[in-house]
């Protein structure tokens, strides 16, 4: 299998990014201007096995902007590295528990684009990171990503807990995914994944 290798390089008004993943590991090093979100973002390339460095830096505002086009690079990047999607599993699905929470995470590399994000916080800030940017940032990966997401709360109370558990159920579904299954054909009976 090729090297599934991508970089993103994104320049607006209201942010600066620079990123590189690469689907089958390699370094993390991630550095925002939202200190919780490197977190997260560091708990989805540690627990999906993959390299991944950022940089991005946003206008200051509320850092909508800066959660959004984050979202954007990563979705572009997953999709720019699984290129033609030949040879690898195309679905993936986890639970996964953090004390009291427990967030189901369901992947499909369809090519379309698809998220649905029924995880309830209860308040309205994690550190520096708005809750409510949490499922705009997972719609923006999948869309630009072109691929199904489902994150399901199926318990739990803690918002850090259940934010923490969406981004690790995220990575381990992405994880079985795109793994390699040593066919090199397209896992579709259309035969093209778009």
Do not use: Y
């Not at 086009?69 to 590295?81: E, N, P, T």
């Not at 409510?132 to 923006?140: A, M, Q, R």
């Amino acid at each position: 299998m090729a090297a599934r290798r991508a970089t993103i390089s994104r320049e607006t008004k209201e942010t600066a990014i620079d990123l590189e993943l690469d689907l089958d590991g390699g370094e993390r090093a991630i550095a925002t201007d939202v200190k919780f979100l490197d977190h997260m973002l560091d708990a989805f390339a540690k627990h999906s096995g993959c390299g991944l460095t950022l940089r991005a830096r946003g206008d200051g505002m509320d850092h909508h902007h800066l959660i959004e086009d984050v979202g954007i690079a990563l979705g572009s990047a997953i999709a720019q590295a699984l290129g033609e999607k030949h040879g690898i599993s195309r679905f993936g699905s986890m639970a996964v528990p953090l004390d009291d929470a427990l967030v189901l995470g369901s992947v499909d590399l369809s090519g379309r684009a698809w998220s649905n994000f029924s995880v309830k916080f209860s308040v309205e800030n994690l550190g520096d990171l708005k809750t409510e940017l949490v499922p705009h940032f997972f719609h923006s990966l999948s869309e630009n990503g072109r691929f199904n997401l489902h994150l399901v709360q199926l318990g739990g109370h803690n918002s850090h807990h259940l934010c923490e558990a969406s981004f690790k159920a995220f990575a381990r579904a992405f994880a079985q995914a795109k793994a390699p299954t040593g066919d090199s054909s397209v896992p579709s009976t259309k035969g093209l994944l778009a």
